[in-house]
């Protein structure tokens, strides 16, 4: 598997990494976009000016992800088609959108790319009676695409037009944008997270801090995993944010259930404290965290604790041992530490209970 950076390729312009301040809306909204793939426990990683105001990844994986790009104006007047034609310094609004995708990174990697505007759009649709918040290509009509079509082959010099173009309309107010995203925020985690209590102002500046931290790394990254960890918002880190300050229900059901299996094994007290943070660390990791290789180290534990139940004469030493035993050896070693592979073995068999 390659880990090359499928983005890193040469940026159109970089001045908005510098001038973030002036375009919090557009942060905002990146917020607002990436809560709703939070909601739907989609795996993803969110960009900031990198090759467009919003890149959106569908995967943590360099092979597998694939991109949605947008452009987000805040304009006091609707695009028409005239206005989103219209060039400035050599270049339209559309034309800077659609150039994104010009041979650099690849179409096929590209899901949509889109244009979202806080106030509209006035486009000529093939039915004028529909009131729509995302337009696409088959909305608009056969004249105005034909009119779009020939000015942007005029402007890019290219007859490559992209199919997969839309106009958004934004859920997300552009007045009381900061209450909008902490309101949403206490609506995904009550979702995901059942009669917990949760911390959401908490949340949201956190998120909103980092978000804009990463939005000014200006950088050029070949290796894919730097550019997740300097340059993107995870979904990995949105549910680590979470779970620090929500309180789940039946979280003192579990933490009661890991002392009495403590007790049981016979560890003091300085050592608990060890035991206690190691399971800790793994129990926020594995209710949030829904990457490919965290479905798979529940996979395995929750086989080989399965495997070995039966021999283990209800002795909770001895089911560790099985389990230990059972592992593969690459599988432990993508663990810091043996205690770290105990309390996830203990994590595991206390979720199955």
Sequence with gaps: MTNNNPLYKVQREKAGSQTFSKYMYQYHWALYRLLQEHEQEHEYAVFMELHEDVVLSDSLESDQAEFEFYQVKTDKSPFSETKLLKLKNGSSVLGKLISSSNGEIGREKIKTMNLVATNGFSLSLKNPKMSLENISINDIGN???QKIADAIYTELKSDSFPL??????????????QEAVIGYIASVVAKLYPRSFTQAEDIYRLLINELTRKGEV???YPLWDDLLEKKSLTSITVTNVMNQFTERKNDA????????????????????HSWQKSFERYYLQRIGNKSIAQLDTIKQLSESIEKQLPSCNEEIEELLTLVMDELPEPFKKSFTEELDIKTAILCELILKE
Excluded: M, Q, W
């Design 164 to 177: 997969n173009l839309h106009f958004i309309i934004p859920v997300l107010p552009e007045k009381s944008t």
């Design 143 to 145: 004249s105005a695409l």
């Design 218 to 220: 200006s950088f050029d």
């Design 253 to 272: 059901d579990i933490h009661r259930k890991l002392n009495e299996y403590l007790e049981e094994l016979g560890i003091k007290t300085l050592t608990k």
